[in-house]
């Protein structure tokens, strides 16, 4: 069976380029991006059932409709693409380049690029958007406002996601400017020593992890000692006893637990979970 060109298929797991170490859990043999090949059957085999598979289907195909003709999905703008009835659950414009990339990302995360698949225009339109709005420097949207910086690394990993599947050259480029923009982003960040006002949050470093971490096993270019500077940050603001991980504070990395209620920091703990495993 021929399955296209032998550089990225591999016979032993875990090795090849462009065919399971990918974000997430894997059920693939054969390189880094091999489960994304058949994306419905690995969610077979991972126990979903048609129902499991019909969901997926149908979130595809509601994304596919509310696609703007730029290629994009605007958070307050995606109700004008419906067709018959209204949608509601309308959000801030300024999240744009992120409610795009996290939509591109459920349509790679089932093996659809822009070369193969039922919804192959689809992604297309929404990767060439995202590379109509990065700059020169490599940065993803504007490089202002709250939502700079998730803008930036949501997109980021689609598109290096989206190369690691496809090893398009059209991608390349624009993924690897994207990465070294993160990876500057992250160096610039402070000293991430966890007092108010310094470095990364954890959403962010879990945001950079998984960008870097995509990028590393689409073989692009990336400073290998960001793991162990997350993990040291991370371990910073990690209550020692209950694990739990703390938001940054003026009183710095000691601050008192009950500072720290859990219904407060049950997110962040999974977030540098998440981040750990990675």
């Known amino acids: 069976e021929s399955l296209g060109d032998p550089r990225f298929n591999s016979d032993a797991p875990f090795e090849g ?31 979903g059932g048609k129902r499991t598979e019909n969901a997926v289907d149908l979130a595809l195909a509601w994304l596919a409709k509310h696609q703007a003709p730029d290629g994009s999905w605007s958070p307050d703008g995606f109700a004008r693409q419906c ?16 409610a795009t990339a996290l939509s591109l990302l459920a349509f790679l995360g089932t093996g659809e690029t822009h070369q193969v698949g039922i919804h192959k225009e689809t992604v297309k339109r929404g990767l060439k958007y995202l590379k109509s709005i990065q700059d020169a420097d490599g940065c993803f949207g504007p490089r202002t406002g709250p939502y700079a910086r998730f803008n930036h690394l949501t997109s980021a990993l689609a598109l290096s996601e989206a190369y690691g599947m496809t090893m398009s050259r059209t991608l390349k480029d624009s993924a690897q400017r994207g990465v070294q923009f993160a990876d500057g982003l992250r160096a610039n960040l402070g000293p991430w020593d966890g007092t108010a006002g310094s470095g990364a949050s954890v959403p962010e470093m879990a945001w950079m992890v998984a960008v870097f971490r995509s990028a590393k096993l689409a073989e692009l270019d990336v400073d290998p000692s960001w793991l162990k500077r997350v993990c040291e940050r991370l371990d910073a603001l990690t209550d020692p006893v209950t694990g739990l991980v703390h938001a940054p504070t003026a009183a710095g990395t000691t601050a008192a637990i009950e500072r720290f209620p859990e219904d407060r920091g049950t997110a962040l703990t999974g977030a540098a979970a998440l981040t750990r495993i990675f």
């Open 17 to 47: 380029p462009a065919t399971g170490g990918t974000i997430g859990i894997t059920g693939a043999a054969g390189g880094a991006f091999g489960e994304r090949r058949d994306g419905r059957r690995n969610l077979r085999a991972g126990g």
């Open 83 to 98: 067709a018959v009835n209204t949608c509601d659950g309308r959000g801030d414009p300024e999240l744009t380049p992120a």
